[in-house]
């Protein structure tokens, strides 16, 4: 059997060649959860361009969950797609955080046009059994 | 824009004769298999045909009918907008442009509490035991009756209070009046 040979421009370039894509509209996918809150930007089809999260920005145990944090963690994964020129987008919102309103916030302001705004929590049909209460 | 967002603003379109209202909750979908199948660009025209042909009659009581009715009159479709569309969502609020921050803000909060979504996740977050469910069952039905009762029987306190209110204080002092056939 054969194995196909790649060609010798392609190996050298997949590193840079996937950064100079262009995305005039994303969908911006933001996780709140008590903890956290996750933003990661996406292309229609799904395939992640940036992401950035409370943690990442610097802040750690408990900060991680507040609303500025989450602001924060927007308006870094947002900078960095700028630049790549995307203008319009859509938000997914997915979970009972904190964030989700100052994430939303700070996408609002950081200029770039909003065309739906959607919640995305997963809600169970009364699937999983959920772990048991906590007894603090 | 996947087609799922296309879909559903055309649905929204079609249904409420054209007009955007980012508060009405998803409407219910065309029949599914030609729906879904169909290209976005050729969907517009078709749905509204196949709406006007298939449910002439149903589409003008929908605008009438409050949202909260619309899981009574048409329960298959409760969940239409979690399980038709290519991204299943609770909650779409359209953004337009000229909108100021704290509106979107506010009105995306709104229609979040009105879909309950997070009163439900913090009750999936533990376990649930039956005795548990029963007294939540008990409190949410006091609290829906007592929202019920509160109500109508504030409008009915008002009136008689207003009625009671006296505002001459009763004059008994002699009227200099001339009588007929007296002194």
Known sequence: MAKAIPKKGSRGRIGSRKSIRKIPKGVIHIQASFNNTIVTVTDVR??????????????????????????????????????????????MIKGPGLGRDAALRAIRRSGILLTFVRDVTPMPHNGCRPPKKRRV | MGAASLSSASLVNSLSSLSLSSSQTPPPPPPPPTAVSLS???????SLKALTINQPVIAPSIRETSPDIHSVLFPSLAFSNTLFFKTPYNVQVIVSPDESEESLIGRFRREVFR?????????????ETNQEKRKR?????????????QQPVAKKDETPRKKVVDDQPENWDLIDIEVPYCK
């Not at chain 2, 069952?137 to 009762?149: L, N, S, V």
Request: glycine fraction near 8%; hydrophobic fraction near 40%; charge should be positive.
């Open chain 1, 46 to 91: 799904g395939r992640v361009v940036s992401w950035s999260s409370a943690g990442t920005c610097g802040f750690r145990g408990t900060r991680r969950g507040t609303p500025f944090a989450a602001q924060t963690a927007a308006a870094s994964a947002i900078r960095a797609v700028v630049d790549q020129g995307m203008q319009r987008a859509e938000v």
């Open chain 2, 40 to 46: 976005s660009a050729s969907y517009d025209s078709l």
């Open chain 2, 115 to 127: 879909a309950n979504v997070i009163q439900e996740c913090k009750r999936r977050r533990f376990f």
């Open chain 2, 137 to 149: 069952k008990i409190r949410d039905a006091a609290r829906r009756r007592a929202r019920r009762r």
